[in-house]
Antibody, heavy 118, light 111 residues
Framework: QVQLVESGGGVVQPGGSLRLSCAASGFTFSSYGMHWVRQAPGKGLEWVAF????????YYADSVKGRFTISRDNSKNTLYLQMNSLRAEDTAVYYCAKTQYGDYPRYWGQGTLVTVSS | QSVLTQPPSASGTPGQRVTISCSGSSSNIGSNYVYWYQQLPGTAPKLLIYRNNQRPSGVPDRFSGSKSGTSASLAISGLRSEDEADYYC????????????FGGGTKLTVL
């Protein structure tokens, strides 16, 4: 069965950096696009970024463009989110999600909490 | 301010039918599929409806989706206490360089 396990969250100061990872198993990782979606405490879902199965195309929300970079290592079945110049408003649980045909988020991990605070 | 607009709350009694609306524009709902997610308290979101009205295996047929123009709806019939959750609509948006957009979410309370 599909398993997605996020890691790398924690507390970071404003302006700092963090790299999230999402370890995938139970499916052919290199065949599917992947998303990052976040949820601020007590708030709704906000899409962050998407990467195609081969890394050829990447899309970002305006709120993170130029600061966050999505990437993947298909040899390691792992998705990444490099987050730079972090702001207080980036505080959220970050979920990775596997797509299904049509690129929509189909299966979700349990999330990892990122807190940006001094 | 979310690109897709949902009512912040909805409610119903057990056995009732409730609907949750999702309003968008020509660049998202008007030209792309709509997806619905259920998020139970303290858990990750779960896909409920894909491609406007398709249910993944395991999702009860009490849940149904529809789309008309730039709006979509999620209907839940035979409401049960375990349906109490947050519900989100989502769609691809063709504007700018392309992006996925979510509704602000609707908290469903089973009275």
């Amino acid at each position: 069965q599909v398993q997605l396990v996020e890691s790398g969250g924690g507390v970071v100061q404003p302006g700092g950096s963090l790299r999230l990872s999402c370890a995938a198993s139970g499916f052919t990782f290199s065949s599917y696009g992947m998303h990052w979606v976040r949820q601020a405490p007590g708030k709704g879902l906000e899409w962050v970024a998407f990467i195609r199965y081969d890394g050829s195309n990447k899309y970002y929300a305006d709120s993170v463009k130029g600061r966050f970079t999505i990437s993947r290592d298909n040899s390691k079945n792992t998705l990444y989110l490099q987050m730079n110049s972090l702001r207080a408003e980036d505080t959220a649980v970050y979920y990775c999600a596997k797509t299904q045909y049509g690129d929509y988020p189909r299966y979700w991990g349990q999330g990892t909490l990122v807190t940006v605070s001094s | 301010q979310s690109v897709l607009t949902q009512p912040p709350s909805a409610s119903g009694t057990p056995g009732q039918r409730v609907t949750i609306s999702c309003s968008g524009s020509s660049s998202n709902i008007g030209s792309n599929y709509v997806y619905w997610y259920q998020q139970l308290p303290g858990t990750a979101p779960k896909l409920l409806i894909y491609r406007n009205n398709q249910r993944p295996s395991g999702v009860p047929d009490r849940f149904s989706g529809s789309k008309s123009g730039t709006s979509a709806s999620l209907a839940i019939s035979g409401l049960r206490s375990e349906d109490e959750a947050d519900y989100y609509c989502a769609a691809w948006d063709d504007s700018l360089s392309g992006r996925w957009v979510f509704g602000g979410g609707t908290k469903l309370t089973v009275l």
